[in-house]
């Protein structure tokens, strides 16, 4: 794509017009696959119509000319609020995913008044307020989604309706309870305190929201803005290390199908006014993450985006991920709304910023190492982490928290089952076969983060306790594993996954498995075990479709035992 404004204006095109023939008779939503999510088929429609408002919002609100969506959408928004028409979006209950959807619909309300509210009949837009209004008659979960209802109310407010300002108080007073330090939050509160999931919901959900919040109420509320963009001054100093000189990010915890929304703070922080870096340094951060995406197999063969990460992968997604669910991706266009002026427009786009080789952030969990070098296209961000864990019920919790490390260029794997090996998938692990079931850690019930290492505590199953110290060392970390057990059991200690090719080669050894092939390897050391490499069952790893492992394996006896490994991997190209 083209590093302009006009080149980000064709892809938001090139992302919403395959969607055209898809749209329901009413336009009140998209019908893009027949899979499905929990909340069922017809809101699956209307939640893929209003994601593309993340996109179209902040193209019309730049001045992008195009008049045949414009129409379409207000027909769809007209219809879908409107309780006689038989594409009416439905009544709201509590904890309901319209709610989400809402804050696209709102977004692009205030930003693209012009566009999507103001040619409405006064009848649609008592309709849609009347729509939108039932936001303050239900609940919301107790995490990110309480500024949809604040969103919400700013469109009201913004239009002249009605809004509720003790729901937008109480919300906004929730979202400072999730406030832990350093830029940081946690997703919401559960029984134990703050959760523990620090994910790109803090990026592209509360500081997003925030930022717009400051976009509509910083001549009111200068005090409590000004908050808002100090916070985001300050996380996007840590943030930044999620990120590497090639332009991808680090793949981490849930949501993974919304792909490009990783750059969608930064975007924000743009149309925000937030200064956190200069120009050319997010020109640089946005535009080589998108040219990443772009690069990746991620469209089907109508050009839908497809759930999945680097490739369609429905292994991998989450129970609300219906097939318009990834245009959450559009998030990261905000910045399209920037008028052609502005000076990010012209200013010289500038190369990843110097920062140090490994930096620990205790906020969010984790030590992150960077591999800097010459050809961006070599470089890497892994993340050692310990103590992040889901409380809510998502799948592949463990996987998506809870593993040793997470690789911008390995990436992780989620498993099949637990059953076999293979289908276990246990890179960045250490997994024990006990009694015919292979088992991994997902909760910690003690962490250490510091800038040398990462220190954690925690147990397989019953009767199994583990402390695991992680160290970063050139191309990788070492690995101390004190395993305390009442029974004897097998384990095996896990490197990075990578990708199955005609050139690759296997090394097995004693104490060594080795994986590698022109452009790289993989390799797991340690002693006094057997080296062993797994080859995992196909679209486990969220980057590669066929991958292997290479692993250690140790035979454990009651007591303590120690294990002391050493995990590497590289890639590098010409």
Known sequence: MEHTKEGV???????????KNHFTKGMAGISLGGFAAGYGEKIAEMEAFSRMLWGL????????????????????LAHGTNREQDEYWGDLGDKDQRMVEMAAISYGMIIATDKLWNPLSDTEKENVIAWLSQINEHTQPDNNWHFFNVITNLALKHVGAPFCRERMEYAIGRYESFYIGNGWYGDGWCETGIRPQMDYYISFGIHFYSLLYCLVMENEEEERCGVYKERAKVFAQTFLYWFD?????????????????????????LLAGVDVYEYGVLKGLIFRHLDYWMSQPIFDNGDILTVGYAYPNLMMSEGYNAPGSPYWSMKVFAFLALPDEHPFWSAEELPFPKISQTKAVPECRMLLCHRQTVNPANAEVTALTAGQYPVMNHTHGAEKYAKFAYSSRFGFSVPRSYAFLTECAPDSMLVFYVHGMYYVRRKCTE???????????????????????LTPVKDGHERLHTISSEQDCVVYDCGFSYPQTMD??????????CIENKNGYSSVESEGGEGNVIAT?????????LAQVPAVRFDIHAGTTEIKTKVLAKWEVN
């Open 9 to 19: 204006r064709t892809l938001v095109m090139k992302l919403v017009r395959p969607t």
């Open 57 to 76: 919002a902040p193209f019309w609100a730049g001045g992008g000319d195009d008049t045949e969506f414009s129409e379409i959408f207000r027909t769809g």
């Open 447 to 469: 962490i250490l983060i510091t800038e040398n290492h990462v220190e954690s505590v925690w147990s397989p199953l019953d009767g199994i306790t583990v402390r695991t110290v």
């Open 245 to 269: 000189e090639e332009g991808k990010a680090l793949p981490f915890g849930r949501s993974m199908t919304y792909r490009f929304a990783q750059s969608a703070f930064w975007s924000m922080c």
């Open 504 to 513: 690759l080669k296997t090394k097995v050894s004693r104490n060594k498995a």
């Open 537 to 545: 069952a196909p679209n486990s790893n969220l980057i590669f479709p």
